[in-house]
């Protein structure tokens, strides 16, 4: 008898949501899109119980949104974390696809931890803003153009990558909702901020924004240019980042001993 209810106990246990999360292909997403949901949580939480409502009495200067999801503040350290994963891993993975033989696999990764590359030097330097400084002052060229063209640059070898090799990551249905969600928040996301000056964009949009979700506490144009532009950036970085390791996880490539799946 005890032997038949550990026996059921077992069946019980393998058959319970938690172990067949763990189970599925999507687990290595789910858990990192889980740590990212919960740190932002937790940053626009502390937000709104010190900013908004001003229970803590902690009064940093230009209040504790600014600290936390200005330019290379903790929301962006998150996502250089994810950017440099997804550059080290195309990278291995260009690796190991070159070791087998596999030529369209490897251009693809190959121009993935270059896109992720200099995805990583702009958000790091703000290089877009130094192009803009100088085409504005030195020729006269508008702001938001000079952006466009750099995000452009920036996403070039993620386009051809794209473009030309998309069937290393087409043929694998898993991936394709984290690679599409994330691309299109980014592409809004850079959109948006190459965007923010032309016509008040972020202006209009964050004073109406401020007054719905933070009572004026944050001023409009920062609530937008900073915390929803900033999650906005973080997410996407998470699921791109997830398809990779999805990618890595679900074909073996790289792995020692392990004969990746084929993908034809």
Request: proline content about 3%.
């Amino acid at each position: 008898m005890s032997e038949n209810r550990q026996s059921v106990r077992r069946r019980d246990e393998n058959d319970s949501p938690t172990a067949s999360l763990r189970e599925s292909e999507h687990f290595p997403a789910v858990v990192l899109l889980g740590i990212t949901a919960v740190f932002l949580l937790a940053c626009w939480g502390a937000v709104y119980v010190n900013d908004v409502f001003g229970l803590t009495g902690f009064a940093p200067e230009r209040g504790l949104w600014y600290h936390l999801f200005r330019n290379r503040g903790p929301v962006e350290w998150m996502q250089w974390i994810y950017m440099s994963i997804t550059f080290l891993l195309s990278a291995y993975l260009a690796g190991a696809a070159s070791e087998r033989g596999r030529t369209r696999d490897r251009i693809f990764w190959l121009l993935i931890a270059a896109g992720f590359t200099l995805m990583l030097i702009e958000d790091a330097g703000d290089v877009r803003l130094i192009f803009a400084h100088y085409g504005r002052e030195l020729f006269g060229w508008q702001r938001h153009y000079i952006e466009m063209l750099y995000f452009l640059f920036t996403a070039s070898p993620l386009l051809i990558a794209w473009l030309k090799y998309r069937k290393t990551v087409t043929t694998m249905p898993t991936l394709l909702p984290y690679i599409y969600t994330g691309t299109f928040l980014y592409a809004a996301a850079a959109g948006a901020s190459a965007l923010r000056e032309f016509r008040s964009f972020y202006y209009v949009i964050g004073d109406f924004l401020s007054v719905v979700l933070t009572a004026e506490t944050i001023q409009g144009f920062f609530l937008v240019d900073f915390m929803m532009e900033e999650t906005v950036e973080l997410m996407a970085a998470a699921l791109l980042c997830s398809s990779v390791i999805l990618y890595q996880t679900k074909t073996g490539l790289g792995s020692s001993g392990k004969e990746p799946d084929s993908l034809e």
